[in-house]
């Protein structure tokens, strides 16, 4: 039996409503609803396996304004309290460079959590 996921795609400003049809595997098989090539793609990643990018905010040690640190690229949606919860936990002193890798494989999803910003 097939499916149908309904979706408001964000990969550009039109906010297109999308309809993605999948086989009874789980394949897409047919995207709907889209006004550019990027809804296409938005709507076969976001039906099979959904993905997002995440940025938060933690304290460094002796700096007063906090330190504003990113996913490298987007996770599994399915990982993020996990990516989270290791962000949570981090210990950071200064000195911070802009880039730095502050954790190399968060929760075991091959993406790094790097700064955003230089402190200190």
């Given at each position: 039996m097939a499916e149908v996921k309904y979706f408001t795609c964000v990969s550009c400003p039109m906010g297109c409503m999308l309809e993605v049809r999948l086989n009874a595997a789980?394949?897409?098989e047919d995207v709907s609803g889209h006004t550019?090539?990027?809804g296409i793609e938005y709507a076969k990643q976001e039906a099979?396996?959904?993905e997002r990018n995440i940025s938060a905010v933690v304290w460094v040690e002796g700096v007063l304004?906090?330190?504003s640190v990113k996913t490298a690229r987007p996770i599994p949606k399915?990982?993020?309290?996990?990516?989270?919860e290791e962000i949570r936990d981090l210990s950071l002193k200064a000195p911070i460079q802009a880039g730095?890798?502050?954790?190399?494989n968060a929760a075991n999803t091959g993406v790094a959590i790097v700064a955003t910003k230089t402190l200190g």
């Open positions: 789980g394949e897409v550019c090539n990027r099979v396996n959904p304004e906090p330190l399915a990982k993020i309290f996990d990516v989270m730095q890798t502050l954790i190399e």
